[in-house]
C-alpha cells in the first residue's frame, strides 16, 4: 500500500513544479481574488510540512530556522517577496524533502508508522504517525496544489489539466 502512497507522493511533486512554470518571479507572492496563499508560500508550506514529517518519524530538522513562522501552520502569507527566500531555495528544500520522506518510507522499518502521532492539535484526525505522514504525503500537498490550480486561474494562466 505504501507503494501508492509514494507515487502519490511523487506525482504531486511533478504537478507542483508544472504548476509553477510561467509564473513570472513577479507575481510570485501576489495574492489574487482573495487567495491569500501565493505560490511561493504554498510551496514553503509544502516544503516546511514535508519536513515536519520527517521529523515526526524520528529525521532531523532541516529547514532553516525562520521557515515555520514563515511557511507553518498559522503563518500568514504576505504579499511582500522580500520576506521569502527564493524560489529556487523553497522548490529545492521541497526536493529534498521529498527524497527524504520517500526513501524512508520505502527502506525503514514502518513499525513506527504504527505509533501515536504526538501533536495534541491534530490526534483527532490523525491518531498515528502513519496517519500523520501520508496525509502530509497526499491529501495535504493535494489540498494545497488545488489551492495553486485556482491562483493560477485567478490570475489569467491555463490550467494544466
Same mark, same amino acid.
Given at each position: 500500500?505504501?507503494?501508492?502512497?509514494?507515487?502519490?507522493?511523487?506525482?504531486?511533486?511533478?504537478?507542483?513544479?508544472?504548476? @509553477?512554470? +510561467? &509564473?513570472?518571479?513577479?507575481?510570485?507572492?501576489?495574492? #489574487?481574488?482573495?487567495?491569500?496563499?501565493?505560490?511561493? !508560500? =504554498?510551496?514553503?508550506?509544502?516544503?516546511?510540512?514535508?519536513?515536519?514529517?520527517?521529523?515526526?518519524?524520528?529525521?532531523?530538522?532541516?529547514?532553516?530556522?525562520?521557515?515555520?513562522? @514563515?511557511? +507553518? &501552520?498559522?503563518?500568514?502569507?504576505?504579499?511582500?517577496? #522580500?520576506?521569502?527566500?527564493?524560489?529556487?531555495?523553497? !522548490? =529545492?528544500?521541497?526536493?529534498?524533502?521529498?527524497?527524504?520522506?520517500?526513501?524512508?518510507?520505502?527502506?525503514?522499518?514502518?513499525?513506527?508508522?504504527?505509533?501515536?502521532?504526538?501533536?495534541?492539535?491534530?490526534?483527532?484526525?490523525?491518531?498515528?504517525?502513519?496517519?500523520?505522514?501520508?496525509?502530509?504525503?497526499?491529501?495535504?500537498?493535494?489540498?494545497?496544489?488545488?489551492?495553486?490550480?485556482?491562483?493560477?486561474?485567478?490570475?489569467?494562466?491555463?490550467?494544466?489539466?
Amino acid at each position: 500500500m505504501l507503494d501508492h502512497v509514494i507515487y502519490l507522493y511523487d506525482f504531486n511533486l511533478k504537478y507542483a513544479n508544472n504548476l @509553477l512554470k +510561467g &509564473i513570472p518571479e513577479v507575481l510570485l507572492c501576489q495574492q #489574487t481574488a482573495g487567495i491569500k496563499n501565493h505560490p511561493l !508560500w =504554498q510551496i514553503g508550506h509544502l516544503a516546511n510540512s514535508s519536513n515536519n514529517g520527517c521529523k515526526m518519524l524520528g529525521l532531523e530538522d532541516q529547514v532553516p530556522n525562520e521557515w515555520p513562522d @514563515l511557511f +507553518g &501552520i498559522g503563518s500568514q502569507p504576505v504579499n511582500d517577496s #522580500t520576506l521569502y527566500p527564493s524560489l529556487n531555495q523553497v !522548490w =529545492q528544500v521541497l526536493e529534498d524533502q521529498h527524497d527524504r520522506l520517500s526513501h524512508f518510507m520505502q527502506t525503514a522499518d514502518l513499525a513506527i508508522l504504527k505509533k501515536p502521532q504526538p501533536w495534541d492539535r491534530l490526534k483527532s484526525m490523525f491518531p498515528t504517525i502513519g496517519s500523520f505522514v501520508c496525509h502530509i504525503m497526499t491529501t495535504h500537498e493535494a489540498n494545497h496544489l488545488g489551492q495553486l490550480s485556482a491562483w493560477r486561474k485567478a490570475n489569467g494562466f491555463k490550467p494544466l489539466v
